[in-house]
């Protein structure tokens, strides 16, 4: 009998080993998918982030552009051609050392082309 019961200590310490890691397996799935759960949901907070950072911004831009339209449709849209004429002065033209023009160049008949450029078709 002490033989069997050492038998059955054993299998009932292996069944428990067994249920053991089972248990150890499930709470890693469990905590994998935990983790998984905890990822999505930081993506989801910084998407929504984003997406109000972006509905902020065109509501800033839709602002400006409303206030552009405004501004543009409380003034007048007649033109007077006189507010359009420039009335200020040119400037003086200030040419430096160039106020004589530059002497036109003296030519001289070309000398022979040398022995280098005959290699090139210069005869």
Known sequence: MARSQGRYDHEKWMRQQVRERERQARAEVAARKEAEREQKAAETAAGKARAQQLNDEIADRIATLEAI???GL???ARLDPWDLLRGDEPAVLDLGGRERPVPPPVWTDPQEPGAFASWFGGR
Do not use: F, G, K, V
Request: charge should be neutral.
């Open 74 to 76: 409380e003034r007048s």
């Open 69 to 71: 339209l405004t501004c």
